[in-house]
């Protein structure tokens, strides 16, 4: 499998480093290779993968602004692991509930030797919750608290929850075309701004919603 990796990954940012593609390619090894008795990835087709999952987590990297970003809700560091390779001086918290997550990035952590990572076990809905980053990342984030929700219901409960943690700034949300049917209500309160990230891979495109706090009190 592991040359099956490089091999894709490789094809796929072609105009990369090779650090980077070394250093993607190790953490998708090792993915897959926990995937198999632990199913922390969302498809086992490990091109899919690849080509929708990282590469738009890739693609929305560049999108980010802040010296800080927690990614909540990061299940197996999709995209946290993919924002901290590609940006290693920027702090990155890797935020989730259940401990298999979290033993497989504490993990991850170690073997890719990715210093800017550090690893938090939490549940953003309990009320105690409080983000220290000035920026905030999901992808697609869910739960069963919240699954019912319609998708501008589940945004703008999570985006308040968001911004509770008066040190957060940005937020940004990696999601499907439904961010593009908000009402103006919603993108009035968080001032939203939506980009689309292109894809040469699939007929379909994502999407990231961009949030801006005010009144933002650094701590």
Not at 78 to 98: F, M, Q, S, Y
């Amino acid at each position: 499998m592991s040359s099956s990796i490089e091999e894709i990954v490789k094809d796929t940012f072609d105009k990369e480093e090779e650090s980077v593609l070394s250093d993607i390619s190790n953490y998708l090894t090792l993915l897959f290779k926990w995937h198999d008795t632990n199913n922390i990835v969302s498809s086992s087709d490990v091109e899919y993968v690849i080509k929708r999952e990282i590469y738009d987590s890739y693609e929305f990297s560049k999108l980010l602004t802040g010296s800080s970003i927690s990614d909540i809700g990061t299940g197996g560091g999709i995209p946290g692991i993919i924002i901290a390779i590609l940006n290693p001086n920027t702090e990155i918290v890797l935020i989730d509930r259940k401990s298999t997550f979290i033993d497989f990035l504490t993990i991850a952590k170690s073997e890719l030797k990715l210093e800017n990572i550090s690893i938090v076990k939490k549940d953003i809905l309990k009320a105690s919750f409080y983000l220290s980053t000035d920026t905030v990342v999901m992808k697609n984030f869910s739960n069963k608290k919240i699954s019912k929700m319609s998708f501008e219901k589940k945004i703008i409960h999570l985006m308040r929850i968001i911004k509770k943690s008066k040190r957060v700034t940005k937020a940004y949300m990696l999601t499907g075309s439904p961010v593009l049917e908000l009402s103006k209500e919603c993108v009035k309160e968080f001032d939203l701004k939506t980009s689309k990230i292109s894809t040469p891979f699939f007929d379909t495109n994502r999407f990231v919603a961009e949030a801006t706090f005010e009144n933002i009190i650094n701590s």
